[in-house]
């Protein structure tokens, strides 16, 4: 879950589809940002971008309807604020069937994921947030929820203990995650559909931050729509949060029309360059090549340098510097490459000669 905005945990705004229902979770947490979720697509046909993803979602929906049962249990992987929630909130629009949402970390024990499996309608939806950080104990516990619908109750203790199959609806388990490699095999295997959600074409971003500005009541022009897309790190949340920060700039500093000029100083004054990234990106590319000369580096001592959890870093940091190639993955830990150094304006260092050259000398020994 990003720490740049608020999780969710049920309980949207009023109308806003079907049977939501509220979540208790437990941990710590950010406020809920209702702009968040007035900007949530609704619909499917609202869902800009991740084309393929969308097609295959259609098509397991008009299965569902058609033969009157569940969806079958998705699996979406991605960075954070690429769409997870908003897809399993659109199917269960699509559906118009209940939809209950909890997280990873709320799940301690089977005494607290047992409410939601047993008040499951048919035909309902689970979504479960950072399922990769579910306790190994509950994930073996609904390992039979999610392939016979029924949980395995032990009553009792010692020699008089018994198990108990309780029976339960027809539903459907829709996982997140940001570390899909960090989920089990068995609990990744029980999930029919696998959707990996990827980071948005600058078009892509564009037409969400037009839409989004009529959603907030503002007026945007093309260029400075192309402008925030450009700078929002191929994630729809950070479009999001930008087009309100810069419609916020307008406002009170100019007559509320978001043009490129005005985009521009808005985006400059919260230190976030041309290429989108902020602070925090360039802090970490300057550790790299500063503290690391470069690299290669594991991103434990990254963290450490920078104070930093590594989860801010991997799930957070990482996938957009990797995508853009400003950093790579070697198996001896992070390195710089070219890009990041002219990106700071600073000249790159000749590159390594090649392994066998190095080994050369050797050959002819
Ligand atoms: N495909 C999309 N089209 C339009 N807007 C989108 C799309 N995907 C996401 N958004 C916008 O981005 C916001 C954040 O998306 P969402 O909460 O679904 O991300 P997430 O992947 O669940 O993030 P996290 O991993 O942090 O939970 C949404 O409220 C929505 O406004």
Redesign the pocket.
Same mark, same amino acid.
């Given at each position: 879950?990003?720490a740049r905005?608020p999780i969710?945990t049920g309980g949207g705004p009023p109308g806003d589809g079907p049977g939501r229902r509220d979540v208790h979770d437990d941990r710590p947490q950010r406020p809920a940002d209702a702009m968040?979720e007035k @900007?949530?697509?609704q619909r499917l046909a609202e869902?800009? !971008?991740?084309r393929a993803v969308a097609e295959r979602l259609s098509i397991a929906l008009e299965a569902s309807r058609k033969r009157g049962e569940p969806l079958p249990h998705i699996l979406f992987d !991605?960075p954070? !604020? @690429? !769409?997870? %929630? %908003?897809f399993a909130t659109v199917l269960h629009n699509e559906l118009g069937v209940e939809l209950a949402m909890t997280s990873g970390p709320a799940l301690a024990k089977n005494a607290d994921i047992l409410p939601y499996l047993t008040n499951a309608s048919a035909g309902s939806i689970l979504f479960i947030?950072e399922i990769h950080r579910l306790p190994r104990v509950v994930e073996e516990f609904i390992y039979p929820v999610m392939e016979d619908f029924r949980v395995d109750i032990v009553l009792g203790e010692g020699m008089n203990a018994r198990t108990v199959n309780l029976p339960l609806k027809k539903f459907t388990i829709i996982g997140?995650t %940001?570390r899909s490699g960090m989920l089990s095999g068995p609990l990744r295997d029980r999930f029919q559909l696998h959707e990996h @959600?990827e980071f948005y074409e600058v078009e892509e971003l564009a037409r969400?931050v037009a839409i989004n500005a009529g959603k907030l009541r503002t007026t945007v022009t093309g260029d400075a729509a192309q402008e925030l897309a450009r700078r929002s790190r191929g994630t729809?949340?950070l479009a999001?949060s930008r087009l309100r920060w810069v419609r916020d700039y307008a406002v009170a500093r100019a007559d509320g029309h978001i043009t490129r000029p005005i985009a521009v100083d808005a985006l400059d004054m919260q230190e976030v360059d041309v290429e989108g990234l902020d602070r925090q990106d360039r802090r970490y590319i300057e550790t790299l090549i500063r503290v690391f000369r470069g690299g290669p580096t594991g991103v434990e001592a990254m963290a450490a340098t920078m104070n930093v959890a590594v989860d801010t870093l991997t799930d957070e940091v990482e996938p957009y510097l990797l995508r853009r190639e400003f950093i790579v993955r070697t198996p001896r830990g992070r390195r710089a490459t070219e890009a990041a150094y002219l990106h700071l304006g600073l000249e790159a260092p000749e590159p390594d000669p090649p392994f066998d050259l190095l080994d050369q000398p050797r050959l002819f020994e």
């Open positions: 879950m990003s905005e969710i968040d @900007l949530r697509p869902v800009i !971008g991740q !991605g954070p !604020g @690429l !769409g997870k %929630t %908003t947030d997140a %940001t @959600l969400i729809p949340r999001n």
